[in-house]
């Protein structure tokens, strides 16, 4: 999963990539609003965390932009501002959730794992598992179980990259995701990506999984299975 962060606070800023980092999210961090302004257009990012007193083009400003564009990407709002009129402004102009500062990362990781619901059709509280029916993952604590041929689950164990690439293939089950499209959903701007890298953690991850749940189609991409009717 990638997260677009627009932060001028260097310490927050740093603190948030490095957490999200550490829950195996793709961070890229922008600290001047209007070098942030044209992200969304160029890379399909999960969520936006959106500082409001930003230099170069404010967030408020920026979150209109963005609507006008028909940019759809969920907004949170992360600001000190915690007086009702900022909370109402925002809301007002698409964002979906707004948190004051300062706040814990648990909060910000629910947080997001809730707009994510929302903008998938699933605002069911507690819901926080993507399943084909062959292979379930639990986001919240990156947690695999996949089934055997006599229909028992078996856990796994899985690396961040191997978790965030399988949970960017069960996202959308039964499409084929490109390398390109997979390293979008995995790598940052920062990331230095080795050539093979990519095909290394396929490897790893159908090792543990078992190939017939990421499945290659050749000179094409990976994929899983849709979920069976």
Known sequence: MRILLVEDDRMIGQAVQEGLNQQSLAVDWFTDGREALYAPQS????????????????GMSLLSAWRREKITTPVII??????????????DRGADDYIVKPFALSE?????????????GNAVTGVNELSNGEVTLDVVTHEAQVKNPDG????????????????????????????????????????????NALE???????????????????????????AAP
């Not at 910000?108 to 707009?115: D, F, G, Y």
């Not at 396929?202 to 299975?225: E, F, S």
């Open 78 to 91: 992360l600001t000190a501002r915690d007086g009702l009129t900022d909370k109402v402004g925002g809301l």
């Open 152 to 195: 028992s689950m078996r856990r796994v164990e899985l690396t961040g990259r191997e978790f965030a690439l399988l949970q960017a293939l069960l996202q959308r089950p039964g499409a084929v995701l490109s390398r390109e499209a997979l390293e979008e959903r995995i790598y940052s701007y920062d990331d230095d990506i080795e050539s």
């Open 108 to 120: 910000l990781m629910a947080r997001i794992r809730a707009v994510l619901r929302r903008a998938q």
């Open 43 to 58: 890379v399909s990012y999960d969520c936006i965390l959106l500082d409001l007193g930003l230099p170069g083009m404010d």
């Open 200 to 226: 290394y953690i396929i490897h790893t991850l159908r090792k543990k999984v078992g190939a017939q749940v990421v499945k290659n189609v050749r000179g094409v991409g990976w994929k899983v299975a849709k």
